[in-house]
């Protein structure tokens, strides 16, 4: 166990995160983009890997966190996410598109992001620093009083 940016103690190893979201990155069906992504999601109950699925209608794409996320839905957990580690190619960080960054806050606000790219140095970041102000469902509850 180890402090995440939190403070909190977590089950999993940073660096064993990010080698299992490259690993799975070659995984990717991106014939169009070649831009291969490929995501790890932590819970405290499992984790769960994704990559980037193209189409050749590219509004039907569904990015790498996405599909860790939609296996971590269809296996019956639902959250909270702790932490997401995200790989993609070059060598700049890749961090959650907006989309993503939404369905990461909406099953675990409190998540560590770890976005790296070939480079290994991965930008580390509570996913409220990298969408802040999020729209989730406890704002949502406010409508509904």
Known sequence: MRPDTAGRSVPYDEA???RRA???RSRAYAPYSHFHVGAVVVTP???YEGVNVENASYRMTTCAEQTAI???IAEGDRGPIIAVAVVGDGADPCTPCGACRQTIFEFGP???VYA???GGN???ARISELLPHGF???RLAQGQR
């Open 122 to 124: 991965p930008l580390i």
């Open 22 to 24: 490259r690993a799975v």
């Open 136 to 138: 989730g469902p406890h």
């Open 45 to 47: 109950t499992g984790t």
């Open 16 to 18: 064993d995160l990010l």
């Open 116 to 118: 790296s790219g070939d």
């Open 110 to 112: 409190d998540a560590t």
């Open 70 to 72: 939609a296996r971590m």
